[in-house]
């Protein structure tokens, strides 16, 4: 990573939310790690920068959010990332969450719906040294057909319901994770178990802001 501002008070308040989400039930290592090594204060816009390690979803850019570190680290812990994995993430947003998924060395394809978010996020990737593979912005609701098949596929914005184009991108053996519900979201795990064949298992219930399907 780059020069960037990373102060020790900084760095100590990230170690207590990294106690904290670990204490609500986080026990992966290397999820814990990369939270504790992500500076997510450059992240967000920097009247919020004072809260960036609070366990809180704050608004960024074009009306989203940066997710709650404890729904980024949940959703991290049940995509099961190993390194080389080939993901599909819908949703880049700030790319807190991308920056993570390229921290446990996986190869990161990330599409964005908000033109200006993406923008704004490919050039402070960019300059942090966190390198996806590919970065778009557009309809993620039909996933990335160029790139698929997916080793694993992360959505990060409510889906009202299962979005069947997403469900075909996923290789066999693979693995989605996806908030599935309107007003809340239930999180939800996929494994294609064959062509036509999903294991489905469902988890607490979490808030995203929507995933807005283009009409075309
Ligand atoms: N992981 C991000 C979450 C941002 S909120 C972070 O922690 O910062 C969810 C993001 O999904 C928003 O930026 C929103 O613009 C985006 N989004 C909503 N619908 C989408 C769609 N159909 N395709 C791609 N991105 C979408």
């Given at each position: 990573?780059?020069?960037?501002?990373?102060?020790?008070?900084?760095?100590?308040?990230?170690?207590?939310?990294?106690?904290?989400?670990?204490?609500?039930?986080?026990?992966?290592?290397?999820?814990?790690?990369?939270?504790?090594?992500?500076?997510?204060?450059?992240?967000?816009?920097?009247?919020?920068?004072?809260?960036?390690?609070?366990?809180?979803?704050?608004?960024?850019?074009?009306?989203?959010?940066?997710?709650?570190?404890?729904?980024?680290?949940?959703?991290?812990?049940?995509?099961?990332?190993?390194?080389?994995?080939?993901?599909?993430?819908?949703?880049?947003?700030?790319?807190?969450?991308?920056?993570?998924?390229?921290?446990?060395?996986?190869?990161v394809y990330t599409v964005e719906?908000?033109?200006?978010?993406?923008?704004?996020?490919?050039?402070?990737?960019?300059?942090?040294?966190?390198?996806?593979?590919?970065?778009?912005?557009?309809?993620?609701?039909?996933?990335?057909?160029?790139?698929?098949?997916?080793?694993?596929?992360?959505?990060?914005?409510?889906?009202?319901?299962?979005?069947?184009?997403?469900?075909?991108?996923?290789?066999?053996?693979?693995?989605?994770?996806?908030?599935?519900?309107?007003?809340?979201?239930?999180?939800?795990?996929?494994?294609?178990?064959?062509?036509?064949?999903?294991?489905?298992?469902?988890?607490?219930?979490?808030?995203?802001?929507?995933?807005?399907?283009?009409?075309?």
């Amino acid at each position: 990573m780059m020069n960037f501002r990373d102060s020790y008070k900084q760095q100590g308040k990230r170690q207590q939310l990294v106690d904290q989400i670990h204490e609500k039930g986080i026990h992966a290592q290397k999820v814990l790690q990369a939270i504790n090594h992500i500076p997510r204060h450059l992240f967000m816009d920097s009247s919020f920068e004072d809260h960036a390690y609070q366990d809180k979803a704050f608004p960024i850019t074009s009306g989203q959010t940066i997710s709650q570190p404890y729904t980024v680290a949940f959703q991290t812990q049940l995509l099961d990332v190993q390194q080389g994995d080939k993901i599909l993430e819908i949703g880049t947003g700030s790319g807190y969450q991308t920056a993570v998924l390229c921290l446990l060395k996986a190869k990161v394809y990330t599409v964005e719906r908000q033109v200006k978010l993406y923008k704004k996020t490919k050039l402070l990737l960019e300059k942090l040294g966190f390198y996806p593979r590919q970065m778009t912005y557009g309809d993620g609701y039909k996933g990335w057909k160029e790139f698929a098949p997916y080793d694993k596929i992360l959505v990060t914005a409510g889906a009202p319901q299962l979005p069947k184009t997403l469900l075909g991108q996923l290789k066999l053996g693979g693995k989605m994770v996806i908030p599935v519900g309107e007003k809340s979201q239930v999180m939800t795990t996929i494994i294609r178990r064959s062509a036509t064949e999903f294991d489905k298992k469902t988890y607490g219930d979490f808030r995203f802001v929507p995933l807005v399907a283009d009409r075309s």
